[in-house]
């Protein structure tokens, strides 16, 4: 099978990634941090904005599957893209929403489909979302993999 890759930010990423997992022709989902300029960055100091990285995912996606449009759909729809550095009650640059693409093409899709989600007329206020390159992504510590799903077979409360 081939696969693409595809990397957001929206908020908090425990969510965001469940949502991604349910996409089908998703074959993975990775959290963790993009977008600074802290090496090897740790949840705390993310947490704390001082590396400058988002929280985010890296999807893995067969394109035979699902399309990088599709993916952009599921992306709109799992935020809100008209907050500044901030998904509900998470504040921070590290909840900025963004999308780092990997090639031309997906840099391409994402501002059209900026474009027309904003001429759309469906949000109130500008759409905050960055458009940039994919850097280097480290993914989160263990324990942030799958958290819901381990959380909820676990019944413990956040």
Known sequence: MNTEKATFAAG????????????????D??????????????YQEVCAGTTGHAEAILVTFDPETVSFEKLMEVFWESHDPTTLNRQGPDIGSQ???????????????????????????????????????????FPAEEYHQRYLEKRDKSNCKI
């Open 12 to 27: 908090c990423f425990w969510g965001v990634e469940a949502v991604f997992r349910n996409v089908p022709g998703v074959t």
């Open 29 to 42: 989902v990775t959290v963790g941090y993009t977008g600074g300029s802290a090496i090897d960055p740790s």
């Open 95 to 137: 909840y900025r929403s963004a999308v780092f693409f990997h090639t031309p093409e997906q840099e391409k899709v994402a501002a059209r489909s900026k474009e027309e989600l904003s001429r759309s007329g469906r949000l109130a206020r500008p759409i905050a979302t960055e458009i940039t390159p994919a850097g280097r992504f």
